[in-house]
């Protein structure tokens, strides 16, 4: 069973940086579409940024996130990082990277598999 696993959330001050891992052990993530979802408590799961199966990268950012935060594929390491500098505190929530075998999209109900979520918390 494909199970995605993220590392790398914390506790950060506000302007700080973090970069968040997802693995896919077993499987070859770059045969998978990846996204980073965040779901605040009694919130909806929304997209923050995504990335293709395809060599083509095509990427996605939510607006509240493009220029602070990238997302890339390490094929020799069989990991997708999410990238987050300059945060703030409204960042703070739990992040979810979730997987699905080719495409890409920007809705949960797309991704098939679900990591376990790492938590974010920006604060002074």
């Known amino acids: 069973q494909v199970q995605p696993v993220e590392s790398g959330g914390g506790l950060v001050q506000p302007g700080g940086s973090l970069r968040l891992s997802c693995a896919l052990p077993?499987?070859?993530?770059?045969?998978?579409?990846i996204g980073w979802f965040r779901q605040a408590p009694g919130k909806e799961r929304e997209a923050v940024s995504c990335?293709?199966?395809?060599?083509?990268?095509?990427?996605y950012y939510v607006d509240s996130v493009r220029g602070r935060f990238t997302i890339s594929r390490d094929n020799a390491k069989n990991t997708v990082y999410l990238e987050m500098i300059s945060l703030k505190p409204e960042d703070t929530d739990v992040y979810y990277c979730?997987?699905?075998?080719?495409?890409?999209?920007?809705?949960?109900?797309?991704?098939?598999?679900w990591g376990q979520g790492t938590q974010v918390t920006v604060s002074s």
């Open positions: 979730a997987a699905e075998i080719s495409g890409i999209a920007t809705t949960a109900t797309f991704y098939d598999y």
């Open positions: 077993g499987f070859t993530l770059e045969h998978y579409a």
């Open positions: 990335i293709s199966s395809s060599s083509d990268g095509n990427t």
